[in-house]
């Protein structure tokens, strides 16, 4: 489709936009399936691209398509006869090879921008994240100018980083792409982030990382899958304001990070944390860790690294007015209601649904703060 026919079908009938064909890379996940459930409920045609199918989707009117974004053929075979593609796979995390997560968020990257430029789609919006901008200092109402890290001390922040780059550079006169960085997306559906902190926290086995004052952007799911929405439909032409940019994604109402995680456990019913431990010693504590794994080669995850330190004492807000002002980015719902209906999932689905209470995980690390 051509871009000024792209600008065409922006305009509204009805009480939405005009129908669009799209394509969700990790359609299957947390972020993916609710954005692909927003576009059904919009009138719009949704393919899903996964390692895997998924009948719920299917059922609930998407086409489900198994495709390994590191088979670039295959990805070029599949990604075509779209309008928009939501690039939202990625191979999340804080620890691991780092040629493990540039097989996924680089190579897997490169493959769907080929094939957006192979078969004239119009339009890449893309999945990214703060962490690329590093945790190395306080950041607070951050600027998208903000600098990448000139160093990371983690494999997934380096490898997003270095995606986010070529989706940039991609924006051209026949493919506009934008970048969006949510933060911290909670909500129902998540099996990663919050299920795992509150396990940890549950066990006694989480610390107040500093001295518990940081303050951090949230983001809840619906909010981080409008924003992506919203974006594909700022997105008319490589020239439109938004194109070739990256934009922090949150609820825009930063919270003191444990003040409001002990909320949230006050409202399970579980204990508090209360364990403290300064941002020095963590980081010492993660260096002897991180080590420990590099010589020995131990299975899973270490409990903490240099880089989830950071992240756990360091304040990381940023400023909603880019995306509010470029591409009309609003939030639908607010946080207090996100922090509700979180707490009402997790109880159902962590605390209740285990008979013996909450449980520890076979790999019971602190869930990545820098991922979607």
């Not at 079908?9 to 399936?33: D, Y």
Request: charged share 25%.
């Amino acid at each position: 489709m051509g871009h000024g026919a792209m600008a065409a079908e922006l305009g509204r009938t009805g009480g939405g936009m005009t129908a669009l064909k799209t394509l969700i890379t990790g359609g299957g996940g947390f972020l993916g399936s609710r954005l692909a459930e927003l576009l059904l409920e919009e009138g719009h045609d949704v393919t899903v691209l996964a390692r895997n199918v998924y009948p719920a989707l299917e059922k609930a009117g998407a086409k489900s398509i198994a495709c390994d974004l590191c088979d670039g053929p295959r990805v070029r075979e599949t990604i075509k006869d779209v309008d928009v593609v939501f690039h939202v796979a990625a191979k999340a995390g804080y620890w691991g090879p780092l040629a493990s997560y540039r097989g996924v968020n680089v190579d897997g990257t490169r493959n769907v921008i080929d094939a957006c430029r192979a078969n004239g789609v119009g339009r890449l919006v893309y999945t990214s994240t703060p962490s690329v901008i590093g945790y190395a200092q306080e950041v607070e109402n951050g600027s998208p100018e903000l600098p990448y890290a000139d160093r990371h001390e983690s494999p997934y922040p380096e490898t997003k980083a270095e995606a986010e780059r070529m989706v940039r550079e991609a924006n051209g006169p026949e493919l506009a792409t934008v970048s969006l960085r949510p933060h911290l997306i909670i909500g129902p559906g998540d099996n990663n982030l919050m299920p795992r902190i509150v396990r940890r926290a549950a066990d006694g086995k989480l610390p107040i990382v500093g001295d518990g004052s940081n303050r951090v952007d949230l983001t809840y799911v619906d909010n981080a899958a409008w924003a992506h929405i919203d974006a594909a439909h700022g997105l008319t032409s490589p020239t439109a304001k938004c194109a070739g940019r990256a934009y922090f994604i949150s609820n825009g109402e930063p919270v003191v990070l444990w003040d409001w995680l002990n909320g949230l456990l006050r409202d399970l019913g579980l204990p508090e944390v209360r364990k403290r431990v300064s941002l020095t010693t963590a980081r010492v504590v993660g260096t002897t860790l991180e080590l420990a794994w590099n010589t020995f080669h131990l299975d899973g995850e270490p409990r903490l690294t240099r880089f989830l330190a950071s992240a756990l004492a360091r304040s990381h807000w940023y400023d909603m007015k880019p995306a509010q002002e470029d591409f009309n980015y609003r939030v639908r719902v607010p946080m207090a209601e996100g922090t509700r209906r979180t707490a009402d999932w997790l109880r159902e689905h962590v605390i209740e649904a285990s008979p013996a209470g909450v449980e520890r995980p076979a790999d019971a690390s602190t869930a990545h703060p820098g991922g979607p």
